[in-house]
Nanobody, 124 residues
Framework: QVQLVESGGGLVQAGGSLRLSCAAS????????MGWFRQAPGKEREFVAG????????RYADFVKGRFTISRDKAKNTVYLQMNNLKPEDTAVYYC?????????????????WGQGTQVTVSS
């Protein structure tokens, strides 16, 4: 059974940085794609960034390009989201997700497994 556990969220001032981690277990992820999504209060969950586990190809939502970086550590089975120059509108619960078909989707339906989420709050 795949388990995804996020960590690293917290409270930060605008312009600050956080690094989220997603520890994955329960399976070999070489054929997976991993993604980060977020959900702000009263809003739908949205795609933030994704990475192909085997080759490291990445994609980003336009609103985080140049500020966020997704990466993975194969040895640790962990995916990271480095978030720089944070803005109050980045406040949300951030979720890690795994796509066993490596489809690289930006849609929720493209992912098979989800973590519980970690809260990120950016104060102005």
């Amino acid at each position: 059974q795949v388990q995804l556990v996020e960590s690293g969220g917290g409270l930060v001032q605008a312009g600050g940085s956080l690094r989220l981690s997603c520890a994955a277990s329960g399976r070999t992820f070489s054929n997976y794609a991993m993604g980060w999504f977020r959900q702000a209060p009263g809003k739908e969950r949205e795609f933030v960034a994704g990475i192909n586990w085997s080759k490291g190809f990445t994609r980003y939502a336009d609103f985080v390009k140049g500020r966020f970086t997704i990466s993975r550590d194969k040895a640790k089975n962990t995916v990271y989201l480095q978030m720089n120059n944070l803005k109050p509108e980045d406040t949300a619960v951030y979720y890690c997700a795994a796509d066993r078909t490596d489809g690289g989707s930006v849609y929720l339906a493209g992912y098979d497994y989800w973590g519980q989420g970690t809260q990120v709050t950016v104060s102005s």
